[in-house]
C-alpha cells in the first residue's frame, strides 16, 4: 500500500503546476503496472523440477492443478514421500498417475493414514510399498479401515500388499457388498478359510468379479 501511494505521487508530481490532474482512477491505473508483482507459480516447471515427471507428463497432470498456489503444500507432500523411503523414480510415477496428490494435507491425512496403518502392523516399507499402487486412494481417509477389513482375510499385511498390486481395484470396492458376497459364494463352494486366502491372494480378482466371472474361474483353476 505505501508503494502504491510512493507512486500516486510520484504520478502527481510528475505534472506541471498550470496542468490539469488526472482522477484518482486515472492515477492508480497508471501505478499500479510499475508495482512488481509476485512471479505466478509454473505448475508444470514445478513437476520437471521437483517432481522428476517427464515435460509431457507435467502437461498432463498440470491440468488437474491449475488451482495449485505456490509451492509449501506440494513441497511438504514430496517431502512425505521421501520420507517413507520412495525413490526420485517412485515420486514421480506416483505424482504421474495421481497429480492430486500434491495437494493432499500431509498432517490430517497423509500421516494421519501413516499412524494408522502402522497401528495394524504395516511397517514404514510395506507402507512405502502400498503408496505406489493405491495412487488416490492413500489420500483417502477410509484406506486404513479398508485394509483393516481386509487383513483377516489375507491373514498378513505381506499377503494383502501383495494381492492389491496384483488387483489395485480391491481398493475400490465395498467390503459389505461385492466382495462379502463373493467370499459367502467362495464357501458355498466347498472353500474353507485357507483355501480360500491362498485363492485371493494368488488371483484377488475374485473378490470383486461378478459371481459367474468366479465360477468360470473356479473351474479353470479346478475347483469345482
Do not use: W
Not at 50 to 68: E, F
Not at 100 to 121: R, Y
Request: some cysteine; hydrophobic content about 45%.
Amino acid at each position: 500500500m505505501l508503494r502504491l501511494r510512493s507512486s500516486i505521487l510520484t504520478h502527481i508530481l510528475s505534472y506541471p503546476a498550470t496542468s490539469h490532474v488526472p482522477s484518482l482512477h486515472r492515477l492508480i491505473s497508471a501505478a499500479v503496472p510499475a508495482i512488481s508483482r509476485s512471479p505466478r507459480f509454473a505448475v508444470e516447471d514445478y513437476l520437471v523440477a521437483t517432481c522428476g515427471l517427464t515435460p509431457a507428463q507435467a502437461v498432463k497432470a498440470s491440468r488437474k492443478l491449475r488451482h495449485l498456489k505456490p509451492p509449501s503444500k506440494p513441497d511438504a507432500v514430496v517431502s512425505f514421500l521421501a520420507g517413507l523411503g520412495l525413490s526420485t523414480a517412485d515420486v514421480a510415477a506416483i505424482i504421474a498417475k495421481d497429480p492430486s496428490l500434491l495437494c493432499a494435507d500431509v498432517e490430517k491425512t497423509l500421516s494421519s493414514n501413516i499412524t494408522g496403518l502402522t497401528g495394524l502392523g504395516f511397517s514404514r516399507s510395506e507402507i512405502a510399498r502400498l503408496v505406489l499402487p493405491g495412487r488416490e486412494r492413500f489420500r483417502s481417509r477410509s484406506v486404513v479401515s479398508q485394509l483393516q477389513g481386509y487383513l483377516p482375510l489375507f491373514g498378513s499385511s505381506d499377503n494383502l500388499l501383495r494381492a492389491i498390486v496384483f488387483n489395485t481395484n480391491i481398493l475400490t470396492y465395498n467390503l459389505e457388498t461385492t466382495v462379502k458376497h463373493n467370499l459367502v459364494f467362495l464357501r458355498e463352494c466347498g472353500l474353507g478359510a485357507c483355501d480360500i486366502t491362498k485363492l485371493c491372494v494368488s488371483v484377488p480378482r475374485m473378490l470383486t468379479a461378478n459371481t459367474e466371472r468366479v465360477r468360470a474361474m473356479l473351474a479353470l483353476l479346478d475347483f469345482m
